[in-house]
């Protein structure tokens, strides 16, 4: 069963930066495609990121594009989210996912899910 353990959240001051990370256990070759996502209080779930695994190919939301970046680190089986010139809107729990579909960001076609962590930013 893939399992996730996400961390990196936190409180940041809007222009400033974190990293997000997401350890993966239990990877199949099933698995096509890893994102991130994330719900802030009374808003709809957004797909902020993902990644294909068979060509590295990425996704950004137009409202994290230019200021995150996914990147993978297979031998390591960890997803990352830099996150740079946070903005008080990026304040939400974050979701690291996976999907046995090639390259999407429909969270419906995500099948398994970390706990979440928490990232703040203050303006």
């Known amino acids: 069963e893939v399992q996730f353990v996400e961390s990196g959240g936190g409180l940041a001051q809007a222009g400033g930066s974190l990293t997000l990370s997401c350890a993966a256990s239990g990877f199949t070759k099933d698995i096509n495609a890893i994102g991130w996502f994330r719900q802030a209080p009374g808003k709809e779930p957004e797909g902020v990121s993902c990644i294909s695994i068979s060509d590295s190919k990425t996704y950004y939301s137009n409202t994290v594009k230019g200021r995150f970046s996914i990147s993978r680190d297979k031998a390591k089986n960890t997803l990352y989210l830099q996150m740079n010139s946070l903005k008080p809107e990026d304040t939400a729990v974050y979701y690291c996912?996976?999907?046995?579909?090639?390259?999407?960001?429909?969270?419906?076609?995500?099948?398994?899910w970390g706990q979440g962590t928490q990232v703040t930013v203050s303006s």
């Open positions: 996912a996976a999907s046995t579909l090639p390259f999407t960001i429909d969270r419906d076609e995500y099948d398994y």
